[in-house]
């Protein structure tokens, strides 16, 4: 199957700094890749959707100023995470979907990245 | 808007056992259906999907799942439950598209007893 790759797997950071996490398509181009955040126990939420070369569409109640996303390649997209707090502490996932054909029916996840903020 | 509810939080099951994890979903047009797969602190991996044509749709490791239309449910079962089996499982429905984006359900838990 297609291989996503995020980037870091775990970071720490102190709380009102930034964090960048990478989401890499290594062997197929992504027009349009996902962003989830994942809490204990629950179930992915939708943060936002981004495509490649536009702005991203964001999910109600996520804040785009906290959560920048940019998608500047077929191949990557990230996330900054602003001004870091405690309460964004969390698992962040990305996906990836293809330009379609049969790959184009399903996402693809990376491995996820835990952030925690102190 | 599409959603997906998942029938109980956690499900636990003898090894060797029959697994039923139930999911319906609710669409406005025909979805592409999913289920997924998670161990912790771990990305998703996909059991298997309905996009199209053959409603019994079988997976990875074992598992199946049947597209009931009528009944507006895509619940996912294995036969004989292995303890390797116990993870966290997701049903995800997105429209027919390749930008379209994939709504999960709350997960349920599936436990393997000796």
């Known amino acids: 199957g297609a291989v996503v790759s995020q980037h870091p797997s775990r970071v720490i950071c102190k709380s009102g700094t930034s964090v960048k996490i990478e989401c890499r398509s290594l062997d197929f181009q992504a027009t349009t890749m996902f962003w989830y955040r994942q809490f204990p126990k629950q179930s992915l939420m939708l943060m936002a959707t981004?495509?490649?070369?536009?702005?991203?569409?964001?999910e109600q109640g996520v804040e785009k100023d906290k959560f920048l996303i940019n998608h500047a390649s077929l191949t990557l997209s990230t996330l900054t995470v602003t001004s870091a707090h405690p309460e964004d502490s969390s698992f962040y996932i990305c996906?990836?979907?293809?330009?379609?054909?049969?790959?184009?029916?399903?996402?693809?996840f990376g491995q996820g990245t835990r952030l925690t903020v102190v | 808007a599409q959603s997906v509810t998942q029938l109980g939080s956690h499900v636990s099951v003898s090894e060797g056992a029959l697994v039923l994890l139930r999911c319906n979903y609710s669409s406005s047009v025909p979805p592409y259906l999913f289920w997924y797969v998670q161990y912790p602190n771990q990305g998703l991996q996909l059991l298997l999907k309905?996009?199209?044509?053959?409603?019994l749709v079988k997976g990875i490791n074992g598992f199946e799942a049947e597209f009931k239309k009528s009944e507006t449910s895509f619940h996912l079962t294995k036969p004989s439950a292995h303890m390797s089996d116990a993870a966290e499982y997701f049903c995800?429905?997105?429209?027919?598209?390749?930008?379209?984006?994939?709504?999960f359900g709350s997960g349920t838990r599936l436990s393997i007893r000796p």
């Open positions: 981004s495509n490649e070369g536009s702005k991203a569409t964001y």
């Open positions: 995800a429905v997105s429209d027919r598209g390749s930008a379209s984006k994939i709504i």
């Open positions: 996906s990836a979907r293809s330009t379609g054909g049969f790959r184009g029916t399903e996402a693809f």
């Open positions: 309905y996009t199209t044509g053959a409603t």
